[in-house]
């Protein structure tokens, strides 16, 4: 039976039928080469992780055949399985799309994945199937950690410089409150300092010391033997035998020694001396403080005649022929004696005026004057001296503070002995009573006058050391430049920076300059004009190419330096080798420019 023959309207329906299978082939074609043509793995689950799908780069070596059919749990480490599996459930729940990101081991290689999860609905709204991309992100992820990396180590860098700032600050208000603080204590304490150095046998005077010796500043320290001549015999053999301790054996010392001026006055001077070493533990110098004692030193001396005296009014105390009024008169020394049988009393005239009474009025009753005139503290030990005289026969020396009836702040030595009648039997106590406030007040001015020199000492020390541990910790060298004699000091570690030896001397400036960059040359040139002239102070980072040809990045910050008459005279600082951050900062520019 033939065909039946088709309409011109049915031939054209087949014809556009044909037309749409063509497209519709063309565009799955399309789809295919894009798929093909992606880095990306995508895949189509059922939601419990079935495979029904795959497309991935040939570069991976896996075809479809190798994973449609299979679950999430065939192809992933437990961890990462349990992680895609939720995201699926979540995914199913909510309707939503979701990313994460996942280190794993892919066909034997540990990278770092993005994996995009989206759903495939029914036209109930229903997810029924999963599609998921699968991208490479591993370069980006090592990218991300190596500037975060960066990032810390730019972060850490800049504690570094903010920390070393602080260093540099410290270093330049230690020198500040250094130099403060032992000015104050030489106005305060009657101080001055010296230095000496042994290897160019030099001396350096503060003002205080020229003030000692009658000399000018200006004129600079007189010759030794023209001070020396000055010290009488036993000052200058103590002196001599201190100093050779000093210098060979490394003794410190603090001696008392004494010195006629030009009117023919005697000064009493105490000498406190410590040795200076180097890195070799070798002495090469000497330093010190001298201090002022003539009046001190009176007194000191006047409390011994007065001690001397006491003891000799209780020998002849005992011998009835002594005289009262004599003894009184010569060491302000008052008399009592107490009749314990009797409850008699007898004081001296001076005794009646210590405590502040009428010689015409009756002595009052011990206790009462105690209680009235002393300190729990100090009656407690008056009472504790006096209980073990009467019961033991044990004699005292003791010091007392009180507040006699004129209001006033005394203290008095008591020295008393015990009575004995024929029988050995203790009747009664008798003894001397001394005014001893002003020796105390002094005791107390040398204590305090020891605590000065001591803690002199210390500001010295910690001065020095001060200095050393910030140049130490900071890489930091200390500079002063004076206008006027156009001259330059240098610490060690600046002579370290510029590659010279620290036992020459220190270069010109103009010899300085060259070692700096043109840009640096300008800058300094520019920024100590400024200090100069109008007290700007700096903070410049230069580089220098030393005298070993190495290059050395600095930080140079610097303040003017001020006469009495606040002209400027000078310049001071402090100068840090920055060499090591300067080449991170340059490591790191380096590297972001490759990353960029």
């Keep these: 039976m033939s065909k039946k023959k088709l309409t011109y309207q049915e031939l054209e329906k087949e014809i556009i039928q044909l037309k749409s299978e063509i497209k519709l082939k063309e565009s799955e074609d399309r789809f295919s080469m894009l798929l093909k043509a992606s880095e990306d793995m995508i895949s189509i689950h059922e939601p419990n992780g079935r495979y029904i799908y795959y497309n991935g780069p040939k570069c991976y070596a896996i075809t479809a055949k190798d994973v449609v059919g299979k679950t999430i749990t065939d192809f992933f480490e437990d961890d990462i399985s349990h992680q895609l599996l939720n995201t699926f459930k979540r995914v199913v729940k909510t309707g939503k799309s979701e990313r994460i990101e996942l280190l794993f081991d892919w ?3 540990k990278k770092w994945f993005l994996e995009y999860i989206y759903p495939i609905k029914n036209n ?12 490479d992100i591993h370069k980006r992820k090592i990218a991300e950690q190596i500037i975060a990396e960066q990032n810390a180590e730019k972060e850490t860098q800049l504690k570094e410089l903010e920390i070393s700032r602080h260093k540099i600050q410290n270093s330049l208000e230690l020198l500040e409150k250094s130099k403060y603080s032992m000015n104050e204590a030489s106005k305060i ?15 350096t005077w503060s003002d205080y010391i020229h003030s000692i010796f009658g000399t000018n500043p200006k004129d600079g320290v007189p010759l030794q033997e023209e001070i ?19 210098t060979t054996k490394g003794t410190s010392y603090d001696i008392e020694i004494k010195w006629t001026n030009e009117n023919e006055e005697e000064i009493w001077l105490r000498n406190v001396a410590q040795p200076i070493y180097n890195k070799e533990n070798q002495i090469i110098g000497k330093r010190g403080v001298m201090q002022n004692i003539t009046s001190s030193k009176i007194v000191q001396l006047q409390l011994e005649v007065s001690r001397q005296t006491t003891e000799s009014s209780l020998e002849l105390l005992a011998k009835r022929e002594f005289s009262m009024n004599e ?17 008699t009393r007898v004081w001296s005239e001076y005794l009646y005026q210590v405590f502040g009474l009428d010689p015409k009025e009756e002595i009052p009753p011990r206790k009462e004057l105690s209680k009235l005139l002393m300190n729990e503290e100090n009656q407690q030990k008056l009472a504790k001296s006096l209980s073990k005289l009467d019961t033991e026969g044990i004699s005292f020396d003791i010091e007392i503070e009180m507040n006699n009836l004129r209001k006033e702040k005394i203290w008095v030595r008591a020295v008393v002995q015990p ?37 002199t000492l210390d500001l010295l020390e910690k001065s020095e050391y001060s200095k050393n541990e910030a140049s130490n910790t900071a890489k930091i060298g200390y500079h002063h430049y004076n206008i006027e004699t156009d001259t330059f000091t240098w610490s060690e570690n600046l002579y370290r920076f510029f590659g010279l030896d620290h036992n020459k001397p220190v270069p010109s400036r103009d010899e300085i300059l060259k070692c700096f960059d043109k840009e640096s040359q300008n800058k300094m040139k520019e920024a100590t004009l400024d200090l100069d002239s109008k007290g700007i102070p700096y ?35 402090v100068t840090q080798d920055i060499t090591e951050q300067k080449q991170i900062e340059y490591k790191n520019l380096i590297i972001t420019e490759n990353y960029k």
């Design 107 to 109: 066909l034997g290689e």
């Design 124 to 135: 109930n709204g229903d997810v029924i199937e999963l599609v998921k991309v699968c991208r």
């Design 189 to 203: 304490a009657k101080i001055g300092y010296w230095d000496h150095d042994l290897i160019t046998n030099t001396v």
């Design 228 to 246: 020396f001549k000055n010290f009488d015999n036993e000052s200058r053999e103590k002196l001599k035998k201190a100093t050779l301790e000093l």
């Design 327 to 343: 003894a009184s008169k010569t060491a302000k020394i008052g008399f009592f004696e107490d009749n314990v049988v009797t409850e």
């Design 419 to 455: 009575v004995y009648n024929k029988e050995n039997k203790i009747v009664g106590r008798r003894g001397v009573m001394q005014d001893i406030t002003v020796f105390k007040k002094t005791e107390q001015e040398l204590q305090i006058s020891k605590q000065q020199i001591q803690t």
């Design 539 to 573: 903070d410049l980072e230069l580089k220098i190419i030393n005298f070993k040809d190495k290059e050395v990045w600095v930080r140079n910050v610097a303040e003017a330096v001020y006469n009495e008459k606040n002209e400027i005279i000078g310049r001071r600082g």
